[in-house]
């Protein structure tokens, strides 16, 4: 080999990049696309409960081949709250076995949606249930006290989504509710009573036949009690009252659905953890009124653009409330109605909801 030779080879190598090694893309060599597989053959599962990422569903209800199933949101659905209650799209291992894991791949559309936020300013929601058709309102008569305006707040929360609400009164045994129950008399709301060693349980079981009935209530009131009651087996962790504050423990800390079992039919009960403030940051003001069908009938007579505030003009509910012809809760009513579009009228900017 001449010299010329080997300083050509030299010049060659410095163009060569054969040797050079290249840092593989984290991303992949595939471009990105939004074109999303259509899972044609997903099948639809009903969410039982929600546990840190995974999801407890149900699928084939109602039928011989029904079984539990762990699943897991797909990535494209990390950013949208999968509740109990949700109906929603599985694909991957659905045999149920253990250790087995599905995935959520679809939430299907939604009938109603119970949403509450942390106060009235507030207007970033909290789902805490899907489509859900009824609400049983859990209230003690005593030990803790009943609170009125909670309940008026449920009752607002329940017209707004579409959901039908009922009562359900415990520890009658401690005191007479008969004064707290007049605050709802003008409305069509059913009512059901409970004591210690007499829980209506057949009687709700049957208003549950049919229904998905979420259940709320201020903690202390008894409602896991409640629950326990009517799905034997459903172990909800059951608290008690502080002798001091009088204010109940919060006990159960997750939204569970439970299947309501009669020789009518099927239910389901949807178990939440109590509460000590529902706010309603995220509601139309509109729909406030629905709450107060008795209210809303003569509504009907107001001004155009009345508020149905303590200084509206010709509010045809204070002339009625001034008259008696609203009965003697009538005022309570009204005073429950003004307090909400009070709080809504100082937070939130006229056409801002």
Known sequence: MTWWESADDDEDDEFDESSIRSRPNRKGS????KTRPEHSDARIARVLGVDRGRYTVMLDENTADERQLTAARASELRRKAIVTGDRVAIVGDTTGEEGSLARIVRIEPRKTLLRRSADDTDEVERVIVANADQMLIVVAAANPEPRTRLVDRYLVAAYDAGIEPMLCVTKIDLADPSEFLENFAGLDLPVFTSREDAIPVEEIRAALVGHDTVVVGHSGVGKSTLVNEIV?????????VNAVTGRGRHTSSSTVSLRVETPEGRGWVIDTPGVRSFGLGHVNT???????????????????????????PDCAIEEAVEEGRLGPTGRARLDSLQRLLTTFAASTPSGSR
């Open 286 to 312: 509109d729909s406030i009124l629905k709450a107060f069908t008795d209210l809303a009938a003569v509504a009907e007579d107001c001004p155009r653009g009345c508020t149905h505030l303590p200084d509206a």
């Open 30 to 33: 595939r471009p990105r696309t």
């Open 232 to 240: 034997p087996g459903a172990k909800r962790a059951i608290g008690v």
